[in-house]
Structures are given as C-alpha cells and as structure tokens.
C-alpha cells in the first residue's frame, strides 16, 4: 500500500524512497536514451545507467516536441502537427518494453500551430500560441492511448501573455509511487529573457478553470536561470542544463506557496556531466 506523503517526509517513507526519478534524453541519430537519478532526494550523484544511460528506443528524431508524463506515459509531435502517444512500460528499470509499439499511436493533429506544448499535472496538457495564449487540454485516454479528450478541439483558453518567456516547463509532480496526492500544489515555471524564474500555480488545471495563484506575472523565485534546457521533477526538484553540458540539481523549497527558499539555491548542485550531447531532455 502506498501511503500519502508531504515534502520532507523522505526518511522511511517507502512511497517516495521507491519512486524512482527517470530521465529521458534523445541522441541526434534518434536514440531515446533512459536514466534514472537515485539522488533526486538530496542532490547526489547517485544514478542507474549515469555513464550514457540505456537505449530504449529509437527513431525519436522525428518529433519537434516531446513530453513525459506519469508512469510511462509520453507523447511526441511531428513537425506536421500530429501527436503520437507512448507507454514505456519499461519506465522504472529502462527495459525496452512498450505498450501501442515502439512507434506509438496518433491521438492527436495540428499541434504544430503552438510554439510551445507541456504536459502538465493529471492527464493536463499546456499550449501556448505564438501570440502567448495558454491553451487547456485534458486527454482522457492518456491510459491507453485512446483518442478521448476533454476540450480536444482547440482546448480552453486559461492565460495569456505567456510568449513573454523564454522557456515555461511544468515544475513538480505529484505522482508518487502511482499515487497522485491531491494536497500538492501543480506549479508552472517561467523563464525571462534575462533569467529570473517566474512562479504559478493553476488552480484550475483539473477542469480548465481559469484560477490562478500569481497569475498576473507569476512571483520572481530565482534569478540567473541561463540554461539551455529545464525540467522538473518531483517535489520542488528541478533540473537545467547548462551550456558545457552540466546537469544541475535544485529543489524549490518554497514550491508550494512560490516563497524564495532554496535547497542548492546558489547555482544548484552539478549531479551529472555531457547533457548537451543531447537534443532534448525531459522528465
């Protein structure tokens, strides 16, 4: 039985200790490389498969975008809009196994009209126009790659103003062990042209609604946020790439309240070497 956890509550809590943090990154031949970082928790180096990770896949080279959602789940979008859904069931050990094969299955087209596309909490999907509209999607056959939607044709608008940043990327998941704790808060980041980190919170991802925390311009949490790519992972961690290709380990303490307090704050804490060999990294 997973039992419900809270930030902090790492000792002796099977339900986080067990959960493993995996990281996926595409190769320029198309390679889908699999990682898994031990030291999510506390920013060590701990990792399965650090020294190159595990070809899992192939043939990634074809999509423009890719996003990962919960317990294996991941989609990818061609150049022409279409959106092809995955289900690495090999997620937690990098095994090679998949549901719907290893090209996955089309749930979607014309997402090539946003400039930018994210998975966020639940079965949530992101898209920001070129205009800076925040577009609201929930696929609801996220499970099995069906073609269910909830607002599919066109989804709900939630925000604008958002092409203002340079980079948006959902910052903590609530996902523990196949466990979605309904007390975390889903947050979304935003990166400045000139690198302060922007906080939100939607308070209406589950059905579209448009209540926000911060939602006029988030709160500035961090500045000096320079990498060339920034995910997150569970818990207030997150993670960006710097140009020389360091992995850098954060955790946003104050995630849940967008409150400036930091673990590794100063410039975060290098956990791994020779990510920007990649053309994209995500979790």
């Not at 999607?137 to 066109?154: I, V």
């Not at 906080?199 to 579209?208: M, P, V």
């Not at 920034?230 to 954060?250: A, C, H, K, M, T």
């Amino acid at each position: 039985m997973v039992r419900r956890v809270t930030f902090g509550a790492f000792e002796g809590n099977s339900a986080v200790s067990d959960t493993p943090m995996v990281i996926y990154a595409i190769k320029p031949n198309g390679d889908l490389q699999w990682y898994r970082h031990d030291g999510w928790q506390d920013g060590s180096g701990a990792w399965t498969a650090g020294g190159g990770g595990v070809t899992v896949n192939s043939g990634w080279e074809i999509y423009s975008t890719v996003l990962c959602g919960y317990d294996g789940v991941m989609y990818g979008i061609k150049p022409n809009g279409d959106m092809h859904w995955f289900r690495h069931q090999g997620w937690r050990e990098g095994t090679n196994a998949w549901a719907g094969g290893p090209s996955g299955i089309k749930v979607g087209t014309g997402w090539q009209s946003y400039a930018t596309v994210l998975h966020g909490p639940g079965d949530v999907i992101y898209a920001i126009t070129p205009t800076g509209d925040m577009q609201w999607y929930r696929h609801d056959g996220s499970q099995t790659g069906s073609q269910e939607w909830t607002a599919g044709g066109g989804g709900i608008r939630v925000g604008t103003g958002w092409n203002s940043y340079s980079t948006v990327f959902f910052g903590s998941s609530a996902h523990i062990g196949g466990y979605a704790d309904p007390d975390i808060p889903r947050m979304l980041y935003a990166v400045t042209p000139n690198g302060d980190l922007q906080w939100y919170r939607h308070d209406g991802w589950q059905d579209g609604g448009q209540e926000w925390t911060a939602g006029g311009g988030g709160k500035k949490v961090a500045t000096g946020w320079t990498y060339g790519q920034s995910f997150g992972g569970y818990f207030g961690v997150l993670y960006g790439i710097r140009p020389n290709g360091d992995l850098q380990w954060y955790r946003h303490d104050g995630f849940r309240d967008g409150s400036p307090q930091w673990t590794a704050g100063g410039g975060g804490k290098t956990v791994g070497t020779g990510w920007n060999s990649y053309t994209k990294v995500f979790s």
